[in-house]
Every structure is written in C-alpha cells, then in structure tokens.
C-alpha cells in the first residue's frame, strides 16, 4: 500500500487502506490475511503493475472443537439477523444496514461464511430480503461460486 511518500510503501495491522466493501472508504483491518493482501499489492504497485486492493475481510477460528467464521466488515449495522440454534452453537449471523449484508458470521455453521466471502468478493450485493425471505438461502443459489 502506497504512503503519502510514493517511494515508501506499508502493509498490516498498522495500514489504514480503502476497502471496496464500503466504497473505498479508509479503514483499518488487524488480521493476517489483510496483511497477506497489503504485501502483495504493495509489491505489485512497486514494481509499476498499478493494482488496487480487492480482498474481502474473512477470518476463522476453532477453539474448544467449536468453528466460528466471519467474513465482511460491519462496524456501523442497524439489525443482526441470526438463523439456526444458538443454544446448540450452530448458527449464522447476518449483519446489515438497511437492505444490505455487510457481514456474515457463524458458529459451527460451514460453509456459508465461505460462500458469504465468495459472493462478496465477486461483486453480488447480499440482502437482508434475501436473508430473511422464507428461502433465505437463495442468495447462495445466484452467487457465481
């Protein structure tokens, strides 16, 4: 990632970059697989193949023999929408502003955080309509995976 000096470049937890999920809005992300994506932009920006940074925000865990998901970036949602048992532990989260998904996270709940990023990364807008519509995983059907 290019610094205001364009012979000094960053990349990782200290980077606050545009991130097209939120029309290229500048924010900073602390997870490995960002840093993953700012080393290599940053790379291919040095050597002149001017590219700009297209990753979707996707990390996992597994702890305790539980898998949690979560792809996307919400830090200003109005409504969480959630499907499953959270009691059992096996549940996908949705959350959104207004009719739009900006993120999806799960507990024991695979692959539909995966599916989330695919779709996220190719472009496709998920709804809250679409989540919470009786054949709430259409979306998944129209996605391009």
């Given at each position: 990632?290019?610094?205001n000096n364009e012979d000094v470049y960053a990349g990782g937890d200290i980077v606050v970059f545009p991130?097209?999920?939120?029309?290229n809005s500048p924010v900073n992300i602390q997870h490995w697989q960002m840093s993953h994506q700012h080393g290599r932009i940053a790379a291919l920006n040095m050597v002149g193949k001017v590219t700009e940074?297209?990753?979707?925000?996707?990390?996992?865990?597994?702890?305790?023999?539980?898998?949690?998901?979560?792809?996307?970036?919400?830090?200003?949602?109005?409504?969480?929408?959630?499907?499953?048992?959270?009691d059992e532990?096996?549940?996908?989260?949705?959350?959104?502003?207004?009719?739009?998904?900006?993120?999806?996270?799960s507990m024991n709940f695979d692959p539909i955080v995966s599916q989330a990023a695919e779709a996220m990364s190719s472009g496709q807008m998920i709804t809250k309509s679409q989540v919470t519509s009786d054949d709430h995983k259409c979306w998944i059907a129209s996605a391009k995976l």
């Amino acid at each position: 990632m290019r610094t205001n000096n364009e012979d000094v470049y960053a990349g990782g937890d200290i980077v606050v970059f545009p991130l097209f999920l939120c029309e290229n809005s500048p924010v900073n992300i602390q997870h490995w697989q960002m840093s993953h994506q700012h080393g290599r932009i940053a790379a291919l920006n040095m050597v002149g193949k001017v590219t700009e940074i297209q990753s979707v925000p996707f990390f996992w865990t597994t702890m305790f023999g539980k898998s949690v998901r979560y792809t996307g970036y919400a830090v200003d949602f109005d409504d969480v929408i959630v499907q499953g048992d959270i009691d059992e532990q096996k549940f996908v989260a949705y959350f959104t502003k207004e009719n739009r998904v900006l993120a999806v996270a799960s507990m024991n709940f695979d692959p539909i955080v995966s599916q989330a990023a695919e779709a996220m990364s190719s472009g496709q807008m998920i709804t809250k309509s679409q989540v919470t519509s009786d054949d709430h995983k259409c979306w998944i059907a129209s996605a391009k995976l």
